[in-house]
């Protein structure tokens, strides 16, 4: 796991590296300063020695300067190196999101993929900067500072010998008992917090049936549940502090006592204690540290696999780098297509799919809903990828092309279509950066959008707000089809883009594409008879199979589907 | 969810937010006196400790060596031992008990404070839910609420029991030795001075920090949503280096905020050693002269240690605790907010009918039903329900100066099925939100069954009503549990029924656990189709009189939708029923047909009539004209 986030150190190495080496000059100093003290307390104090206390002294107070120095260093480097670190993995993770197939997408969820970058990566960062600070300077305090301790009175230091493995199985067994409540305690906090928005997107309903106290009963338990289980793990962890404490005090006692009895013996010095129970401090503090970051680690693990999840996802649609980077012609053909989102060959989405279309063809496609009319066109800017068969475009398989160079002839309007904040020349310029105000103008006109940008008081410069909340829906879909326009590109796919747009709106924009866009091939998906009807064929669509191919008029006496559409869409027109 | 992001601005009113939290401690008098209690001798032993130092070499260790008359002997010496030993164990046993009281206490304030959150939400009005995104509530219950567990759990007690030895410590140096304090003092000043430096830059650069975090998130979040839109335009390179951007411009922000954080621990830890260093030369020239012991230098020594240490902490939690108030002060705002006003009074009651035509209260359900209304001067009436609903010139809007109803009139009799036509933002949805007081009028202008609506509690006016929207919501639950929601003490068999009516039941029976079968994530493995049935029969389960279809078939395919047309009618039978559908051929069998236009009804009448007017309806239906 921990391998998989190594390389988003990267140029951050220097800093992730210097960081450690500055924590343990830290405390090499700070570990060698009780050792002055000594000195200062058995050798200037009790001789009446002031120029030895003066001189050791100034020595101390250097140290500590120095101390400082690295102290300062380490903190600085430590947040260059995880804040980097953090970005990297921020960006991998963005990157690797964006190279995310549909199906990818589906599967995670655009939820989750936002905790993903945002909460998980916070998580992680702090994290990391423990690690590279902490982790290092409580281990290595704990070694130095028992190894002076022996230096000064070896038998003395035998009371660490007895107590640190004593302390060190007591943090284990407590950790043991805690990390798996721990474990359960957050899967319910993730459940608690999963059932909370669950009931802010569905407010209405609880509302509308009168369950806000059937609710909240709901949310009582679970969230004392949870207080429980907080209660229950944290309990554990608890008992850490006050046996570290009876440990350390044991300790300081037994130094008291074996101190005291070697200092009447006349083998140790008053200094030598004092310097013995500043090394016991350290130690205290080096452990309590040391539990403290196996806790952090363990809350933040659940954020690291969340992350390297990301990052092992396998991109099923794979660029083909070396690909074609042009596109022929706007013909498309489908072979022997079939494809399930669940790639299960027992519940096929499409079935058998044969077709072909010439460039500069139009094409309809008519089917209820969950004909699968949206997965058909999908496979022709391989969007996903066809679970056999093939997918022809400009004559070569979709899977030749670059996905730039395929994405980029092929403008498709989605269904659920989107435009970001930003003024509405902005979100045009998606289609080509470098469009100059007449290809935009142009593209809107024929979209049936310039006259109502116009409208607006800063024209083509209107701010979108975030999602486009500034226009109607109708105006949207316009938008989203001048911006699709603006790719200039071979196939043009519509998918029901109109279906706010009102009819007259709807047929002068396909008389526009009819004028303006002739050579391009043109495929609409849509509800309405009339939005397909003057196209050069149609398609009928009925349950992932293709129910008829032909003009309006030959479907309407050949398609049995086609007919009864077309019958209940004139009903009462006669 | 970018908004919620934004710089965790101070809070405003800082002892206002603290007197709140402390009030929750309130419930727990006694054990918080326990907690003081053993805090103090928490910290007493540690300083009972260090004195010991004193007396080690002072009163014992010196004597003895010197062999000084009346001097103690070695056992004198293993009592006192064993004397701060016993000491060091009520010190380790109030440590304990101090942390489990803590414990009990955070863990029983959070559950408080997160349940007043979520039932104070339930009871706020639509309109609040408008205005706040889900991801912006969610962040109270994650962030702040994580923020002040932390503050609960670990800052209080921490501070207080820190302040105590500080205390403490202070006065023991105080008594020990005036001169060597006066140094102390001193370095407090110096130490007070850097804090307020490095922490007033840390504090300026982490609220930096939270306003590129903020950024950053709206950015992931706008990207990510319409990520299906950036793969067709193929934009992803020049997304990836406008994140770039904004990426960094937040690891330098929070590189300067971490690094000022990171630094001051250093810093005040390492200036404690140069003045345990002062200290104890200048302590060394004291005790030289004569002036102080031996055994007093050293302790005091010590005793700085124990004196800078816990400032250093303090200072290090200012953050988190600056942090854990904002966040309770957002949670507090929402907790404080109006809730959803209810001074309805009618209330809806189980009724029977006497032989003599009147309406009589009953405990039983009868599946007759009244509203009690009672009067100022102390009578009750019985009106029973039927499902009338009349608008009388209603004008409305969601903001004002902003009105998406303008003069809207209309009359339903019980068992009337009215439709609603327009485009979208005409305002049908808005009529249907009226109707259950999702918004309230201004008085006086919706009647159900003759009473105002104002007056009808809200709680039984929503009962007498049963909507399914077009934007299913199911729950986590089973499929039986989801159905069950429309009338919570329904048996499994109403439950069938209903499903069988709502024509779910043939799909449900081959879910792989049937009615058993868990839905996760808002149904996310039924389709949209099948959602729509469920919530179908979640309403018919209910068996309301009144019956709301919003767009309620709008994703289920025509064939389906004629074999639920059955069920439908017969579940629409002897209700009212308002109906908003784009299909026509949902609407064309009502009583009365609304055809709206920016919040005013343009046409009204039956199928017949109004094809007859040629009007609106006309065009719609004969396809010139198509809605939006």
């Known amino acids: 796991m921990i391998k998989k986030l190594f390389p988003c150190v990267g140029k951050y190495l220097k800093q992730s590296i210097l960081a450690p080496i500055m924590v343990i000059c830290e405390v090499i100093l700070e570990t060698t300063i009780p050792l002055v003290m000594v000195e200062i307390v058995d050798r200037g104090i009790k001789l009446g020695n002031i120029k030895y206390v003066a001189q050791m002294g100034a020595i101390m107070i250097t140290m500590a300067l120095f101390s400082l120095m690295f102290g300062a260093l380490s903190g600085k480097f430590a947040a260059e190196a995880s804040m980097g670190f953090a970005k990297n993995v921020r960006k991998k993770l963005f990157d690797k999101v964006q190279d995310f197939s549909f199906a990818n997408v589906d599967k995670f969820s655009t939820a989750s993929l936002i905790t993903r970058l945002t909460t998980d990566v916070t998580n992680t960062q702090m994290s990391y900067m423990m690690l590279i600070r902490v982790f290092v300077r409580s281990p290595f305090m704990l070694v130095i500072a028992t190894f002076e301790a022996f230096r000064i009175n070896s038998k003395l230091a035998m009371t660490f010998v007895v107590a640190i493995p004593i302390l060190a199985i007591a943090l284990i067994i407590i950790a043991k008992f805690a990390f798996p409540l721990f474990e359960k305690m957050l899967k319910k906090y993730d459940a608690l917090n999963a059932s909370i928005q669950e009931n802010l997107i569905g407010i209405r309903v609880v509302k509308a049936f009168v369950r806000e106290d059937h609710e909240s009963q709901k949310f009582r338990d679970a969230s004392e549940k949870l207080r429980d289980m907080q209660y229950k793990a944290e309990s554990v962890i608890i008992y850490s502090m006050p046996f570290m404490q009876l440990v350390v005090y044991g300790c300081t006692l037994a130094i008291y006592w074996f101190g005291g009895n070697l200092m009447v013996a006349g083998e140790m010095q008053d200094g030598e204690l004092l310097g013995f129970i500043t090394y016991i401090m350290q130690i205290l503090m080096s452990l309590m540290m040391m539990s403290m970051i196996f806790i952090t680690l363990v809350l933040s693990r659940a954020s690291v696999e969340r992350i390297v999840e990301v990052f092992d996802e396998e991109v099923d649609v794979a660029d083909n780098e070396n690909g074609l980077t042009s596109v022929s012609d706007g013909s498309v053909e489908f072979k022997d297509v079939n494809f399930s989102y669940s790639k299960d060959k027992e519940n096929l989405t499409l079935e058998n799919i044969n077709l072909s279309i010439k460039s500069g063809e139009t094409i309809g496609i008519i089917g209820g809903t969950g004909s699968s009319k949206t997965t058909l066109v999908q496979f022709i800017p391989r969007l996903y990828d066809v679970l056999s068969g093939e997918v022809l475009v400009g004559g070569k398989n979709v899977k030749e092309y670059t996905l730039d160079a395929l994405r980029n002839s092929v403008a498709m309007v989605l269904q659920k279509n989107v435009l970001f904040s930003g003024t509405i020349k902005e979100n045009l310029k998606w289609g080509d950066e470098n469009a100059t105000d007449e290809e935009i103008y142009e593209a809107c006109k024929a979209a049936q959008a310039h006259d109502f940008i116009m409208s607006f008081p800063d024209g083509y410069d209107t701010d979108l707000g975030q999602g486009g909340v500034n226009v109607s829906g109708g105006q949207k879909q316009r938008l989203c089809i001048a911006r699709a326009l603006l790719k200039k590109p071979a196939i043009v796919i519509l998918d029901d883009s109109t279906s706010a747009v009102d009819t007259a709106t709807d047929s002068k924009i396909r008389q526009a594409f009819r004028e303006k866009l002739a050579d391009t091939t043109t495929i609409i998906i849509a509800q309405r008879i009339s939005s397909v009807c003057d196209a050069d064929r149609i398609i009928v669509l009925d349950d992932g199979k293709i129910d008829g191919i032909g003009t309006h008029e030959e479907l309407l006496s050949s398609n049995a589907i086609y007919r009864e559409v077309y019958d209940s869409q004139q009903k009462g027109a006669e | ?628």
């Open chain 2, 1 to 628: 969810m970018a908004k919620n992001m934004k710089a965790p601005d101070a809070p405003k009113d800082i002892k206002k937010i603290f007197s709140r939290i402390f009030s929750y401690y309130k419930e727990y008098k006694l054990l918080v006196v326990i907690a003081v209690i053993t805090a103090i001798f928490s910290s007493a032993a540690s300083i009972v400790g260090t004195l010991f130092l004193k007396a080690l070499i002072d009163t014992y260790i010196t004597p003895i060596v010197e062999k000084a008359p009346g001097a103690p002997t070695i056992a004198d010496f293993g009592i006192a031992v064993l004397a701060v030993g016993i000491v060091y164990i009520i010190g380790a046993v109030s440590t304990f008990t101090l942390n489990k009281i803590m414990l009990y206490i955070s863990t029983r304030i959070l559950d408080k404070v997160r349940t007043e959150l979520f039932v104070k939400l339930q009871k706020l009005p639509i309109k609040f839910f408008d205005t706040h995104t889900h991801g912006e509530l969610m962040s109270r219950f994650t962030n702040d609420v994580d923020a002040l567990r932390e503050m609960t759990s670990n800052s209080i007690s921490h501070i207080f029991t820190t302040t105590l030895s500080i205390v403490s410590v202070f006065v023991t140096m105080i008594v020990l030795s005036w001169q060597l304090t006066i140094l102390v003092v001193l370095m407090l000043f110096l130490v007070m001075f850097l804090i307020g430096k490095i922490g007033g830059n840390s504090g300026k650069y982490f609220k930096k920090q939270q306003e590129e975090i903020g950024k950053v998130n709206g950015f992931v979040e706008e990207m990510i949503e319409g990520q299906k839109v950036v793969k067709v335009f193929s934009y992803e390179e020049t997304i990836k280096s406008d994140f770039d951007k904004i990426n960094s411009d937040l690891c330098n922000a929070a590189t300067k905020a971490h690094t000022f954080a990171n630094i001051l621990m250093p810093i005040m830890g390492n200036l404690a050693h140069a003045h345990y260093a002062i200290t104890a030369v200048v302590g060394g020239i004291m005790a030289i002269n004569g002036i102080i012991t031996l055994g007093t230098v050293a302790t005091f020594v010590q005793l700085t240690k124990s004196f800078f240490m816990p400032i250093t902490q303090i200072s290090q939690q200012f953050n988190s605790i600056l942090i854990a108030l904002a966040g309770a002060e957002r949670i507090f705002n929402i907790i404080d907010e109006e809730p959803e006003t209810d001074e309805g009074y009618v209330t809806l009651v189980n009724a029977e009918i006497t032989p003599e035509g009147e309406i009589k209260e009953t405990e039983k359900r009868t599946g007759i039903w009244a509203w009690k209304h009672p009067h100022n001067d102390g009578t009750l009436t019985y009106t029973r329900l039927t499902g009338n609903v009349e608008f009388d010139d209603v004008y409305f809007g969601y903001e004002e100066n902003k009105t998406v109803l303008n003069g809207i009139s209309l009359w339903a009799k019980d068992g009337q099925k009215i439709a609603f036509v327009g485009s979208t933002g005409a305002g049908k949805t808005t009529i249907t939100n009226l109707i259950n007081r999702f918004y309230d009028v201004p008085d006086g202008k919706i009647r159900y069954d003759g009473i105002n609506i104002n007056k009808i509690k809200k709680a039984d006016l929503r009962r007498s009503l049963s909507m399914v929207l077009q934007d299913t919501h199911l729950f986590t639950g089973t499929v039986m549990e989801n159905i069950r929601y429309g009338k919570l003490d329904a048996t499994d068999e109403e439950c069938i029924a209903a499903a069988k009516l709502a024509n779910a039941h043939s799909f449900i029976k081959h879910l792989p656990m049937g009615y058993d079968t868990l839905l996760t994530a808002d149904g996310a493995n039924l389709s949209q189709g099948q959602r729509q049935l469920i919530a179908i029969a979640r309403a018919a389960v209910a068996d309301p009189p009144v019956l709301i279809l919003d767009e309620a078939t709008s994703s289920i395919d025509t064939r389906t939708e004629a074999l639920i047309e059955k069920g439908m009618d017969s579940l629409m039978e002897g209700r009212t029923v308002f109906v908003i559908a784009h299909r026509l051929s949902t609407v064309r069998n009502s009583h009365a047909i609304m055809v709206l236009e920016k919040g005013k009804i343009i046409e009204r009448g039956n199928h017949d009539e109004l094809i007859a007017q040629k009007g609106k309806y006309y065009q719609l239906y004969t396809g010139m004209f198509e809605l939006s």
